[in-house]
């Protein structure tokens, strides 16, 4: 909103005897509030006092913060017209009447109440766009809005809104940058596709180059060679990227060069609304999952202090990792897998019809908890919804939960666990369990969530491992785990990552959040 727009429109405003017919502008509020729950319940709570139709300088700082933090909507990812600040400021420039008056603060504080909720906790509903995101997220009352910012200076109350996370602030400086660039052209022309390596010449290796100057990879050069220099900055884009540092630009790495500015500014506005969702509190220590990173991390007063790799869900509609965040309790060591009904019916029953020795390595037991003898069984008498037996792995190295897992009970059946199959860690896309999340260093995940309680961690850890007996270790603080998704992020060293889209869910917010107006904007320099 231009200045010379919000000067003229608080100019107008008219002050003079506008609250003089008191009844008139309550019945107005009442009429304006009625359908509207926590708007109604506020006011008749406060005795229909105007919030930002008063007279005076208090009044007139409200209108004009509120104004210019609608103004500001588009900053942060979210679709400016659902405030409509033009027809708000019309509004009040316009307004004459008591009943105009009273029509306009219920409008207002319906505004109000929309941003102020849109702008702390997003204005998506996670679960409503794709059923892997089942992420509950804190909402507020419009009434708890209106009561703060009576009682706060306003424009510092509303700047306060916005998450006031680092992470948050990160990337609306690096969703700026990205508006510049998109403002300039662009990183230049695609690379054409087939594979660059080092020692390499000709045209490709020139437009390989210089898009990578576009993009803050490495310094100008004139290098028409696939040198020393572009080799590492080829390292450097994949570090950022996610994919395996070689220096050798493949269709994979080419693939992710060619991205243009436009894709990567959806990835921050998206992370924006992600971030946005994320509970306020995350915990001074909390354990942070981010999937298409394939990682998980131990995060101590906003600094990692552990990092490993990790597997996640496979990319199939009934193994795909769900996002949400819980608390972990405890860690069973040596533990054992109870099979999953899901897993039993639709992998194993086939196998045990065929031959009832199948998956020899797995328990079958009664609804009593009783061993169950295979031989003097049919099992090909039973369906999926028919089968009345359970399955258990016990404890060992072969188990698929491997040596220890990590609980945080929830209703999805979700957590953090060893395994036996290391060999999946040096893949660069790690999407191939049934769920839950794998740990490449488990052990020494136990020992870090350990030192909160332990003077010997690893000794205590190993000391109940050698037992080999399944052993329930409580955690005397739980520690909070969030599971995220996010495709765009900025690293402690205030670097961009991107990383691939692998169930397709930023796809799904974007379309979403194009769909309720949220566009992509240029911004000059």
């Not at 909390?286 to 995060?299: C, G, M, S």
Request: hydrophobic share 40%; charged share 25%.
């Amino acid at each position: 909103m231009a200045a010379a727009v919000l000067a003229g429109a608080l100019a107008v405003w008219p002050v003079s005897g506008a609250m003089a017919q008191v009844t008139a502008y309550k019945q107005a509020v009442a009429e304006a509030s009625y359908g509207d729950e926590a708007i109604g319940a506020y006011y008749r709570q406060n005795g229909y006092q105007p919030v930002w139709t008063g007279e005076g300088d208090v009044f007139r700082a409200r209108r004009a913060a509120l104004i210019e933090a609608l103004s500001m909507a588009e900053i942060h990812g979210l679709p400016a017209a659902r405030y409509d600040v033009e027809g708000l400021t019309e509004k009040m420039a316009t307004a004459r009447t008591v009943r105009d008056m009273g029509l306009l603060e219920v409008e207002m504080s319906r505004v109000f109440a929309r941003f102020a909720s849109e702008i702390q906790s997003g204005f998506l509903t996670p679960s409503k766009i794709d059923e892997g995101m089942v992420r509950v997220v804190e909402r507020r009352s419009a009434q708890e809005y209106l009561t703060e910012v009576q009682a706060a200076d306003p424009g510092r109350y509303l700047r306060s809104l916005a998450p006031a996370t680092t992470q948050y602030r990160a990337l609306l400086k690096l969703k700026l940058g990205l508006e510049q660039d998109l403002a300039a052209g662009g990183w230049g022309s695609a690379v054409p596709g087939g594979k660059l390596s080092p020692g390499d010449t000709g045209t490709r290796v020139v437009q390989l180059r210089n898009r990578l100057i576009a993009m803050g990879y490495m310094e100008r050069s004139a290098a028409a060679s696939y040198d020393g220099t572009l080799q590492k900055a080829v390292q450097a884009f994949q570090v950022a990227h996610g994919l395996e540092p070689d220096g050798v630009a493949g269709d994979v790495t080419l693939e992710e060069i060619n991205k243009s500015v436009a894709d990567r500014l959806k990835s921050v506005i998206v992370a924006l609304e992600r971030e946005r969702w994320l509970p306020r509190d995350r915990g001074e220590r909390h354990i942070l999952v981010n999937q298409t990173d394939f990682t998980a991390k131990i995060v101590d007063h906003g600094r990692v202090t552990f990092e490993t790799r990790s597997v996640i869900g496979m990319n199939t509609s009934d193994r795909r990792s769900p996002e949400f965040s819980d608390e972990m309790e405890h860690m069973v060591i040596n533990p054992s897998w109870f099979v999953p009904r899901s897993i039993i019916t639709k992998e194993y029953l086939p196998k045990l019809r065929n031959n009832p020795n199948a998956a020899g390595h797995l328990e079958i037991t009664d609804s009593r908890g009783r061993r169950v003898d295979r031989s003097a069984v049919d099992f090909s008498q039973f369906s999926t919804r028919s089968f009345p037996f359970a399955m258990r792995q016990p404890p060992g190295k072969s188990n698929a939960l491997g040596l220890v897992k990590f609980m945080f009970p929830n209703k999805y059946n979700i957590y953090l666990h060893d395994t036996p199959q290391k060999h999946l860690f040096a893949r660069e896309v790690r999407a191939f369990s049934h769920g839950c999340i794998r740990l490449a260093q488990p052990f020494e995940f136990a020992y870090a969530l350990l030192a909160a309680q332990e003077a010997d961690p690893k000794s205590f850890f190993h000391g109940v491992l050698n037992t080999g007996r399944e052993t329930k270790v409580d955690l005397t603080q739980h520690v909070p785990v969030h599971i995220i998704y996010r495709t765009a992020y900025v690293d402690g060293r205030g670097v961009p990552g991107y990383r691939r889209d692998v169930y397709g869910r930023d796809a799904k917010i974007w379309d979403a959040m194009s769909r309720a107006g949220v566009v992509l904007s240029a911004v000059q320099g």
